[in-house]
T-cell receptor, first 113, second 112 residues
Framework: KQEVTQIPAALSVPEGENLVLNCSFTDSAIYNLQWFRQDPGKGLTSLLLIQSSQREQTSGRLNASLDKSSGRSTLYIAASQPGDSATYLCAGAGNSGNTPLVFGKGTRLSVIA | DAGVTQSPTHLIKTRGQHVTLRCSPISGHKSVSWYQQVLGQGPQFIFQYYEKEERGRGNFPDRFSARQFPNYSSELNVNALLLGDSALYLC???????????FGQGTRLTVV
């Protein structure tokens, strides 16, 4: 059974700092890995999808990497801004892309101006 | 293009009642999944439907049921509501091929 862990649970940084959020999973038979952002009381916004054959994806100030052998993914946020404050969730899909996502509990990020 | 839409956005129900939540996927997406998110936790998988057939079910009691319609919209039904069913219910749609999941804004269900 796939389990996803996110460390740290909460993080507070000053504006402008670069930061890394970590995600680990127990089953390396992961098909793809998706990072989401969630604002309080809202739905999930997809940030990056790393598909089976890929090792990383980039979108603007965000970069996500996936290392299946070590069971880890990282989300790198460059030059953080107060608007980046939110909960970040990672989720993995099993050995077929059309399988349910298994989520971590998220990392709550606060960027202080 | 419209994203995933869910209705209603908020709902208050009494214990023992029944509730129906609705979801319209992104145009062209044939797969719809439902998730439950309680405060402070990550979403937990409830159901997945593809081409109107149930393709997966999470560890939820039989009080939870769902269906998908010919236009690929979906309903989640919960009978005999318990206080513990209070949560944010999320619907996601995806396109077969990329498997990238897109979520709606959720329905906040409060059971009193």
């Amino acid at each position: 059974k796939q389990e996803v862990t996110q460390i740290p649970a909460a993080l507070s940084v000053p504006e402008g700092e670069n930061l890394v959020l970590n995600c680990s999973f127990t089953d390396s038979a992961i098909y793809n890995l998706q990072w989401f952002r969630q604002d309080p009381g809202k739905g999930l916004t997809s940030l990056l999808l790393i598909q089976s054959s890929q090792r990383e994806q980039t979108s603007g100030r965000l970069n996500a990497s996936l290392d299946k052998s070590s069971g880890r993914s990282t989300l790198y946020i460059a030059a953080s801004q107060p608007g980046d404050s939110a909960t970040y969730l990672c989720a993995g899909a099993g050995n077929s892309g059309n399988t349910p996502l298994v989520f971590g509990k998220g990392t709550r990020l606060s960027v202080i101006a | 293009d419209a994203g995933v839409t869910q209705s209603p956005t908020h709902l208050i129900k009494t214990r023992g009642q029944h509730v129906t939540l609705r979801c319209s996927p992104i145009s062209g997406h044939k797969s719809v999944s439902w998730y439950q998110q309680v405060l402070g936790q990550g979403p937990q998988f409830i159901f997945q439907y593809y081409e109107k057939e149930e393709r997966g079910r999470g560890n939820f009691p039989d009080r939870f049921s769902a269906r998908q319609f010919p236009n690929y919209s979906s309903e989640l039904n919960v009978n005999a509501l318990l206080l513990g069913d209070s949560a944010l219910y999320l619907c996601a749609s995806s396109y077969l091929g990329t498997y990238e999941a897109f979520f709606g804004q959720g329905t906040r269900l409060t059971v009193v």
